[in-house]
């Protein structure tokens, strides 16, 4: 069976309302769902330099090819 979890990534302050409204609609949509955080208290390795690079290097890959 597929564990019933939504994992998501949020670095930084505040979440921005776009984020807000998406964890209220898992919540609503997906209420048999759990949704996990992962940020810099939880995430594990978060503190190791090589870590952090190689993650920021993924994310700029994505948002790359995400664009037009």
Known sequence: MIPRKIHYIWFGGEKPNSL??????????????????????????FNNSFYREALKKKIMRLHLITQD
């Open 20 to 45: 807000n409204t998406a964890i209220r609609t898992w919540k609503k949509h997906a209420s048999n769902y759990s949704i996990i955080e992962w940020n810099e208290k939880n995430l594990p390795y």
